[in-house]
């Protein structure tokens, strides 16, 4: 295959765990079949004041501690240092894509980049090309986020997605949109975090971290029903485990982690007993550690966890608001079936069967 320039659009500026990963897996994972890839690095002096508020206040229902802030600013600070080491393009801004220098392939996505009820990239049209210098436009495990597939889509978003030469989704929901929409059923494939391998990151963050050197269950995520806080606690209890929260304050956990930075997540996931969680990239990092775990869905973010949960078999993981108390013990005490891992590895091959064939110049929507 020749070697293409490729720019990859995404939310990679986000303080997110799974949108920093999400980035970093899918950059390495094209540079490692020979491409020269960079993230394009687009900026918004209002979006960035919005993120930045949203990570010193990351629950909105919840006021952060006058005590947490000191924390927060750290865990910011370490997504600031990950993200710069990334290989980005040259800066440019949001509304000024013709800005960039021209890519043989751009790349949109992962992660929500469609979803139209995005508190801040939601409508913004970049993440559809606009603007963009290239030889072919590519959706890699792209998703509309909670935008339900009930609700169709505009003639305008309509139109921009037959810009794309080929389109992947990484759920249903999705694939139902664009199916929908434009007459083209898309391949579901793996998150990028699935897809492709993540290397050794101990030493790359800086900080303490004594939470993960003991067996701990990682809890990862905020805004849990109390139904679900319960049966994680008792089950946590009998087993004697702390349960610890990372990023995000959880007044139930045993212990918090603020400050955690992005590697430091990846192997806080990576070295515990078992993860809790409600947050799509909390589950992704479970499976690809073959870690026990057990999720719920929240309004914002149930289409994405249940399309996850369905495409890998895993549907038993994710709990019902209504399950027995003892409901999620099985299911924190042994990792996964070991069908969900097959079906993983056949999505890997189906999404690396993707790949190769969209940045083939002659593949087109069908």
């Known amino acids: 295959m020749i070697a293409l320039r490729i720019g990859i659009l995404t939310f990679h500026r986000c303080i997110n765990y799974g949108s920093y990963w999400q980035a970093r897996c899918l950059v390495e994972g094209l540079r490692a079949r020979g491409h020269d890839v960079v993230i394009l690095d687009h900026h918004s002096r209002a979006i960035n004041l919005a993120e930045w508020k949203c990570a010193l206040r990351p629950d909105p ?33 949001l509304d000024r894509p013709q800005d960039v220098a021209p890519c043989d392939v751009v790349v949109v996505g992962s992660d929500e980049v469609w979803n139209r009820s995005h508190p801040w990239y939601g409508r913004c049209g970049l993440f559809y090309g606009d603007g963009i210098r290239t030889d072919r436009l590519v959706a890699y495990a792209a998703s509309f986020g909670n935008h339900d597939a009930g609700c169709g889509l505009d003639p305008e978003s309509t139109a921009k997605l037959r810009r794309f030469d080929v389109i992947s989704v990484r759920d249903d929901n999705s694939r139902a949109l664009v199916e929908r929409a434009i007459g083209y059923s898309p391949d579901v494939v ?20 004594s939470n993960a050197r003991s067996p701990y269950v990682a809890l990862y995520g905020h805004g ?48 515990a007993q078992a993860v809790a969680t409600n947050f799509f990239h909390g589950c992704v990092f479970a499976l690809r550690n073959r870690k026990p775990f057990v999720c719920e869905a929240s309004w914002y973010r149930g289409n994405k966890l249940r399309g996850l949960m369905a495409s890998v078999g895993g549907e038993r993981h994710l709990l019902a608001h209504d399950a027995g108390p003892d409901a999620c013990d099985p299911l924190l005490d042994a990792p996964p ?27 087109r929507l069908a």
Not at 341 to 359: G, P, Q, V
Request: glycine share 6%.
């Open 337 to 363: 079936d070991a069908r969900v891992f097959e079906r993983i590895a056949r999505l890997r091959d189906t999404s690396w069967r993707y790949l190769d064939l969209a940045l083939q110049p002659q593949a």
């Open 190 to 209: 793996l998150d990028p975090c699935l897809q492709f391998p993540i290397e050794p990151t101990t030493g790359e963050d800086e900080g303490d971290v």
């Open 61 to 93: 229902g919840l006021a952060s501690p006058e005590a947490d802030f000191s924390a927060l600013r750290a865990k910011m600070q370490r997504f600031f240092h990950a993200i710069d080491a990334l290989p980005l393009s040259k800066r440019f801004p």
């Open 224 to 271: 849990f029903s109390d139904a679900f806080a319960t049966r994680v606690r008792h089950w946590a209890k009998r087993r004697g485990l702390p349960v610890v929260s990372i990023g995000y304050r959880n007044h139930w956990a045993d212990a918090q982690w603020l400050a955690a930075g992005p590697h430091e997540f990846a192997d806080f996931i990576a070295g």
